[in-house]
């Protein structure tokens, strides 16, 4: 029988996560690599995920996410318990990052990861993941999980028309993501621009 304190420190083991990395984490890459989460809770899910990719850059201090894939929870810090001590991490929730993008960040550096929604099947997701961790992959994130096949979602299109999307709303929201600057984009005479 565990006593109280045994009771309150104990935790149920969790798998090892399903990453795959590049194997030169100097290379400048669109995608470090490929994250494939067991689920969409976060709290479950990013522990485990940092702990396996501190190394890369040192500890992780803070995780970017898009909102769209993960349940409601949304929490702001998780907890975690690894190699470079317990401490506790930063989560920042944008809807306007890209589907199937997540961003660790550490002192040395980032990770960039395209995150594979749970629910997609084996042999799309290691594809998926493979492609994000090739030192040569110029595909962004939404284009990686475009390619996937994900059978336990709804069509996209119920009314048996194509469904639209907004490429270049996509790209652009992509670019500013990876470091791109809408600052950069030509004026028309006579506009102000914000700053």
């Known amino acids: 029988m565990l006593t109280s304190t045994e009771r309150h420190t104990a935790t149920s083991p969790t798998p090892p996560p399903r990453l795959l990395l590049q194997p030169r984490p100097d290379a400048r890459t669109l995608l470090d690599g ?26 992780i201090t803070q995780i970017m996410l898009g909102t769209a894939g993960w349940d409601a929870s949304r929490p702001r810090r998780v907890r975690v318990d690894g190699l470079a001590g ?3 991490v930063r989560l920042g929730w944008f809807e ?16 960039d990861l395209l995150t594979v929604p749970p629910d997609t099947g ?13 030192v040569d992959n110029r595909t962004p994130a939404p284009a ?52």
């Open 34 to 59: 490929g994250w494939w989460p067991r689920s969409a809770d976060p709290a479950a899910e990013l522990p485990g995920l940092i702990v396996a990719i501190d190394g890369r850059q040192g500890p």
């Open 86 to 88: 317990s401490r506790t």
């Open 96 to 111: 306007t990052m890209p589907a199937g993008l997540l961003i660790a960040t550490a002192r040395a550096g980032r990770t």
């Open 122 to 134: 084996e042999t799309a997701a290691r594809a998926a993941m493979q492609q994000a961790a090739r």
């Open 144 to 195: 990686l999980l475009a390619m996937t096949v994900i059978p336990d979602r709804p069509p996209a299109s119920t009314a048996g028309s194509p469904a639209r999307t907004a490429p270049d709303t996509t790209q652009l929201g992509t670019w500013e993501w990876e470091g791109g600057h809408e600052s950069a984009r030509p004026q028309a005479a006579g506009t102000s621009r914000a700053i």
